[in-house]
């Protein structure tokens, strides 16, 4: 059910705040609509073990293009001349968030120069 942009919906008991728009008559952004399935999601597991297959199927989609923009993302930053630290930063970021590559610490040995 949605409010069509009136902000409210009609009930047994009277008018109330449409729950996709919270009462605005417009809804949110991407982001935060994806925010609330997210904790409606997360909320659902902590009680069912089982994820319905529609839920498990928009999770899958997000996943890929959140990993399709950050791949993306670090084959923009091999472009970047300017400043070759912030594009190293921006691919590491990017890199970590969708673990495309291992990393490890460096280790530091006695020979090495400081």
């Not at 008018?15 to 919270?22: A, K, Y």
């Not at 909320?43 to 899958?60: F, G, K, T, V």
């Amino acid at each position: 059910m949605s409010c069509g942009g009136s902000g409210e919906l009609p009930t047994d008991y009277g008018l109330r705040d449409c729950p996709d728009c919270g009462g605005s008559g417009q809804l949110p952004s991407r982001a935060v609509l994806n925010d609330w399935r997210a904790r409606d999601l997360r909320r659902r597991l902590e009680h069912e073990s089982a994820l319905p297959a529609q839920d498990a199927l928009w999770l899958l989609a997000e996943l890929s293009t959140a990993r399709t923009a950050l791949t993306s993302i670090i084959a923009l930053a091999h472009d970047i001349r300017d400043d070759e630290q912030l594009a190293l930063r921006i691919r590491m970021v990017a890199s970590d968030a969708i673990g495309l590559y291992e990393s490890a610490p460096i280790e530091q040995t006695a020979s090495a120069p400081r």
